[in-house]
């Protein structure tokens, strides 16, 4: 497997790693009135792990494509956001999906148009 595969493979697996640590540990610890909120914390996880690891699957895809990364850490933070959705993104696109429509709420109770 080449480098842009492997990156892939180990996001993708550090992802769901997050969202089980965030389902056993952090969600029960949250009030029910603040469960909207347990993104934060997720997002921030993902992008702590990120950069601890050093995960970054923008650089190796673009190095494939000839292209120079101009600032590395752009690809670990934006790695570490994807990360901290967690398995939240096959939720969000599968139709009908609970966690989809939570996700919907979460973002229509945020952010109100004036």
Same mark, same amino acid.
């Given at each position: 497997?080449?480098?842009?595969g492997? %990156?892939?493979? /180990?996001?993708? /697996?550090?992802?769901l790693i997050?969202?089980?640590i965030? @389902?056993?540990?952090?969600?029960?610890?949250?009030? #029910?009135?603040?469960k909207?909120?347990i993104?934060?914390p997720?997002?921030?996880?993902?992008?702590?792990? /990120?950069?601890?690891?050093?995960?970054?699957?923008?650089? $190796?895809l673009?190095? %494939?494509?000839?292209?120079?990364?101009?600032?590395?850490?752009?690809?670990?933070?934006?790695?570490?956001?994807?990360?901290?959705?967690? %398995?939240?993104l096959?939720?969000?696109l599968? #139709?009908? %999906?609970?966690?989809?429509r @939570?996700?919907? @709420?979460?973002?229509?109770?945020?952010?109100? $148009?004036?």
């Amino acid at each position: 497997m080449d480098t842009v595969g492997l %990156s892939f493979a /180990a996001a993708g /697996a550090f992802a769901l790693i997050l969202e089980r640590i965030i @389902e056993v540990v952090i969600d029960p610890l949250v009030p #029910p009135q603040y469960k909207k909120w347990i993104v934060i914390p997720a997002l921030a996880l993902g992008i702590l792990g /990120a950069f601890a690891f050093g995960l970054d699957v923008i650089g $190796p895809l673009m190095a %494939s494509l000839g292209q120079e990364e101009m600032l590395p850490w752009v690809g670990k933070l934006f790695t570490g956001l994807a990360i901290g959705g967690g %398995s939240n993104l096959v939720h969000d696109l599968w #139709p009908g %999906s609970r966690k989809g429509r @939570e996700r919907v @709420e979460f973002f229509t109770d945020v952010i109100k $148009p004036d």
